[in-house]
């Protein structure tokens, strides 16, 4: 599977700030609701490192790469994560990754 039709999944690590936890999940909790909610995302779930606080993985999967530049283009994209998480997180690092078939 390649191309503009190919799903596509996006793998989030953050590492939040010390202190602002759990403004982040709740913000976290406030972006998922609105994702799960646009056509082309097929799933969203987020992550807390057991023996790692404030590290998070977010693992959302949407239909194909028009579904992932629409949430991008997203006003709860834009409003959640560009205005109220980044200025919170100390780090993050973002994968794009595509299922490969077996063979």
């Known amino acids: 599977m390649t191309g ?3 799903p596509v999944v996006v793998v989030a690590r953050w590492q939040v700030r010390d ?13 998922r609701e609105a994702s799960l909610a646009e056509p082309g995302c ?4 987020v992550f807390e490192a057991v023996h790692g606080p404030g590290s998070l993985l977010l ?5 194909d790469d028009a579904a992932l530049e629409a949430h991008r283009q997203s006003p709860h994209y834009r409003a959640v994560v560009v205005d109220r998480i980044l200025p919170l997180l100390a780090a993050r690092q973002v ?5 490969r078939g077996a063979g």
């Open 4 to 6: 503009a039709a190919a």
């Open 19 to 31: 202190g602002s936890l759990s403004e982040v999940l709740r913000h976290v909790a406030e972006l």
């Open 42 to 45: 097929l799933g969203y779930e």
């Open 59 to 63: 693992l959302e999967h949407y239909r």
């Open 95 to 99: 994968e794009i990754l595509r299922p």
